[in-house]
């Protein structure tokens, strides 16, 4: 998500203290997690009814509420869909979504649920866990009481034990293949306004321990440019294990500019944690966007796609060539699954795209 810092920042203590990473009982063998790849299985996708006026302001108000719905109908169809929405906005959101998505009354702040619901990983067992990331609005950049309560509420309604760590990050700014291997951006992760004095090392251990990682591939991104502070999802994703597909923003006037064409050469000499060399597939931002919500916060990829059951949940642009070249890609990529595009210009005016809108809970 890319989020003007003018326009959204609150200023609040966060109160941060220097982390340690020990084990959750002294002298006790740390626990083992397995986070699966997006395209495994889903019993579910979780969704948050969550924009506001404060936030969103007047004019994205309305479109950003129905592209929302949009969104978790389209997802309905594939697989079942759960949507928390405020109590005095639930016969707006049924209205607008229908009888397919299943509402559940829960406070909330925004709508990214990737960053603010639990990251959900399995033990050798097979026994089914949520991961709270302790959101803290992005670096305490909004505000976000509400939000830090949806990871131990979908964790509660999902009937999964909830995981602690004192790590702080949201789901956004990860990516595993589901075999080992990690993409993760060190301006995020590494930011001092979530995990002060963090260095590779103890993230990667704790990350090793709650995902199942074995190597984790870094991209710098950026801080300071947006809210999110550089996320994974708006870089690179895993299509497959050894696979990427990673964004080019070819327009030489935005930020993004020099560091996607860095990224992909990290990620061209990369390998993953079987030792294998990347193949590395470039999925070019569009030339153009629809006039009606341009601004300068429009975030305009198609790097934030949705993996569901069956389908693949991506955005279109009306930029005819770029956006029947992101289809075209992603039907390679994925062969087995639909490929759906959908106009959410609204919810990219604000900054985000329908990865960020989601969070999957595998099967």
Known sequence: MHFSLTRRLLLNGLGLAPLGWAADSAGAAPESWHMPDEGDPHRATWMSFGPSEK????RLLKPAREQVALIARTIAAFEPVHLLVREQEHDLAARLCGDRVQLEVQAVDDLWMRDTGPVFVRDAKGEWAGI?????????????????????????????RRLTT?????????????????IVTESCVLNANR???LDKAACEAELGRLLGVRKIIWLPGIAGREITDGHTDFYARFAAPGVVVAGLDEDPDSYDHAVTRWHLEILR???????????????????TVRPAFENDEFAA??????????AVIAPQFGDAGADSNARGLLRDLFPRREVVQLDIDAIAAGG?????TTQQQPR
């Open 55 to 58: 936030i969103w302001g007047r």
């Open 132 to 160: 709270d990331f302790n959101f803290n609005g992005w670096g305490g950049k909004q505000a976000h009481a509400n939000d830090a309560e949806v990871a131990g509420y979908v964790t509660g309604a999902a009937k999964v």
């Open 166 to 182: 004192r790590l702080v990050l949201e789901g956004g700014g990860v990516e595993v293949d589901g075999a080992g291997t990690a």
């Open 195 to 197: 995990n002060p004095g």
């Open 269 to 287: 000499r990369a390998t993953d944690a079987r030792g294998q060399r990347l193949r590395v597939e470039v999925l070019k931002a569009p030339a």
């Open 301 to 310: 990829g198609y790097i934030n796609f949705y993996v569901c059951n069956g």
């Open 352 to 356: 985000g795209g329908i990865h960020c």
